[in-house]
């Protein structure tokens, strides 16, 4: 009985196992209870194993309740680690595709640079279209900056590949040579633009604080050597960049001249092109050495002084005679950004009479040359000129970070900029010339229309902050500007500028005609008008549509500084922008627009004139732009542009027509021009 006690209070107790820890106890007590000691009677210890039981029936119940529980939280936490593994495995997906995109761009960025047939074979391996279609099952998946970028690929490579083909070496002239079988003809003249040609060391003295010997025939303008120059011994550089601030030309014991050849500005250092396609397409149509060179300059010199030194128009005129006799053609002469107005004061040069003047007579141009190619040129100024003479600034140095603007600053200060730009007689050829006529008033500018400002673009430089001891209380218009940069210059530099050159307008045609006498009008065609050459064609061509400086914000600066006025870089708008190229605003091209008007006594022979606007667009993946690119510089590589060139070049410039896409011409129609 005893046994049949204990197994039975063993069975009960194993029924309350999967109860709580109280519940068990309990049971053990029970069992305590109903020793073989016990008085109890059956009845008792059968009515408590009841109990025992029943209280162990309603603990499972609960139990099988709270593991229920237990259960839906581990379905829970299963259903979020499922939810975490797949949005890792997504994850992984996009990553794993993102590489394998990349492999794909790279290949084909890489075959796009070697042989043709390379690219042609990845062509067929890789068909942008068949990805993109694949991958819209996973738009809802996929980042929306990769399926952008995967549009952006298909639509670029479909409606753009063969424009894409241009940008590759000697495409525009094969293509040319293709459709309209031609070839050359005219010789070929190549004027470059301010700071692109490079500059050579050829003096070997130097001084006691710089030796020129190491540095003979390296080109301490344009090129790897020019930097490392500058950073590793800057003073040194600064010898024998800067010119002599009395006489404009060499300093005592230095000696820097232009370089010569294609060399000159086919790259402006390795890797960074300039000329090099142009070169390179017209090599396509036949031109070699013989018909085709360049007119490097040491752009530095005021323009008088490149024939006082280098007797530099003296030989490009008697190169042009030369090559035109012997190919029996008239000669196209392509000047880009300041070599468009080398050119033009070359052409008003070599007719006029007088000691370091041409002396070719009045029929000179109209006997030895057949086109005029302006390309982005600064034939009216720029107006960044003018803050680069103030206070050695511009837009390029204002847009640094603040971190990289107190590098420049301490490595090369705007006072030492400043000194070394105010030496280069070049550079003021380019201040804008017509005053207020082109560039508007206080109240008005043609650009106006374009933009929504507080004020006039007339208004060039701008004052927020004023002191009651100011020098200056009132904006500046451009007339006001150039007069400022004008009394805040060394005596040298005016006396410079006086002489070599003139920003003005002139009012009537016997004043135009007095002008053509003396070359400090020569760089100014609203001062002196076309030559008289009937058949002399004119094509203007540059770009718009990006944004270029054309108004700024300064400021006084006081106390110890060394310069008396600087941009105002805690303005909310340093600096205030207008359509152009991003160099060269727009308004600068008003002269190509009054020529084209027809004769006129700014274009006394009535020199056919044609214009195109080259809306610049870019290419997202090309670091200079594309073949659509309408930028200052790289506008050199636009297939458009090349394409024109060779036209003219070949004797097919009448197949180019005027394109108007600005409101220029409107504008220079409203102007208060006196003739």
């Known amino acids: ?237 600064l010898k024998h960049i800067m010119l002599d601030p009395e006489t404009g030309l060499d300093p005592l014991h230095f000696r820097l001249r232009a370089a010569q050849g294609f060399e000159a500005a086919d790259f402006f250092m390795a890797g960074y092109w300039i000329w090099n396609k142009v070169i390179q397409n017209l090599g396509a149509i036949d031109y070699d050495p013989d018909k085709m060179s360049t007119a490097a300059y040491d752009w530095r010199l005021a323009y008088l002084d490149l024939e006082r030194r280098d007797r530099y128009f003296s030989k490009l005129k008697q190169q042009i005679e030369l090559i035109h006799e012997l190919s029996g053609e008239k000669v196209v002469l392509i000047g880009h950004s300041m070599g468009s107005q080398i050119v033009f004061y070359f052409l008003k040069w070599a007719e006029a009479k007088g000691e370091l003047y041409g002396n070719g007579g009045p029929n000179w141009v109209q006997i030895h040359i057949d086109s005029f190619v302006n390309v982005a040129g600064t034939l009216l100024g720029a107006p960044k000129a003018v803050p680069a003479l103030i206070s050695g600034e511009m837009k390029d140095t204002i847009q640094l970070n603040a971190l990289a603007m107190y590098g420049l600053e301490k490595f090369f200060s705007r006072k030492e ?52 001891d100011s020098l200056l209380q009132n904006n500046l218009t451009m007339e006001g500007s150039i007069d400022v940069m004008l009394d805040l210059s060394p005596r040298w530099l ?31 065609p609203l001062e002196v008008p076309l030559p008289n050459a009937p058949d002399m064609k004119i094509y203007c061509i540059y770009g718009i549509n990006n944004p270029t400086e054309r108004a700024y914000v300064y400021k006084e600066q006081t106390g110890n500084s060394s310069l008396n006025m600087t941009i105002d870089y805690d303005s909310v708008q340093p600096v205030f922008f207008t359509d152009g190229d991003g160099t060269v605003p727009l308004i600068t091209h008003s002269m190509c627009h009054k020529w084209a008007q027809g004769k006129s006594p700014y274009n006394p022979g009535g020199s056919n004139v044609t214009i195109v606007e080259i809306k610049h667009q870019p290419d997202r993946f090309d670091i200079r732009g594309g073949a659509k690119s309408a930028e200052h510089v790289d506008i050199l590589g636009s297939a458009e542009l090349n394409e024109y060139i060779l036209k003219v070049a070949s004797g097919h410039g009448d197949l180019i027509e005027t394109r108007l896409l600005s409101n220029l011409s409107q504008w220079v129609n409203e102007m208060a021009f006196p003739m």
């Not at 063969?162 to 079988?181: H, I, P």
């Open 417 to 468: 900029r400043l000194d070394m730009i105010q030496t280069w007689g070049g550079i003021p050829s380019m201040v804008p010339k017509g005053g207020n006529l082109i560039w508007g008033d206080m109240a008005f500018s043609a650009e106006d229309a374009l933009h929504n400002n507080t004020a006039s673009f007339g208004n060039f430089i701008r004052l927020e902050k004023k002191a009651n």
């Open 1 to 237: 009985m005893t046994g049949n006690s204990r197994k039975g209070d063993s069975g009960a107790n194993e029924t309350a196992q999967p109860t709580g820890k109280h519940d068990l106890i309990e049971v053990n007590g029970s069992y305590d209870s109903n020793d073989e000691a016990n008085s109890s009677t059956v009845s008792n210890r059968y009515q408590h194993r009841r109990q025992i039981r029943s209280r162990s029936r309603q603990h499972s119940r609960g139990s099988m309740m709270n593991g229920k529980e237990h259960s839906d939280d581990l379905k829970r936490k299963g259903s979020k680690k499922s939810r975490e593994k797949s949005l890792k495995e997504s994850r992984r997906f996009i990553f794993s595709l993102g590489t394998i995109l990349g492999i794909i761009i790279a290949c084909y960025f890489g075959a796009s640079h070697v042989h043709k047939n390379n690219k042609e074979l990845f062509d067929s391996m890789v068909n942008f279209e068949s990805v993109r279609d694949y991958l819209d099952d996973w738009k809802d998946v996929l980042p929306q900056s990769v399926s952008g970028f995967i549009t952006d690929m298909q639509l670029g490579y479909s409606s753009d590949t063969a424009l894409k083909d241009l940008t590759e070496s000697f495409a525009v002239g094969r293509q040319l040579r293709e459709e309209l079988n031609i070839t050359a003809k005219h010789p070929v003249v190549m004027v470059p633009g301010v700071i692109s040609t490079g500059i050579e060391s050829w003096g070997v003295v130097g001084d006691d604080e710089c030796d020129s010997e190491p540095h003979f025939r390296k080109r301490l303008w344009g090129s790897f050597y020019m930097l490392r120059t500058m950073v590793l011994d800057k003073v040194c550089w």
């Open 494 to 524: 005016q006396e410079r500028i006086s002489a070599q050159y003139s920003f003005g307008y002139a009012k009537t045609p016997k004043e135009l005609t007095k002008n053509d006498k003396h070359h400090s009008h020569w760089s100014n």
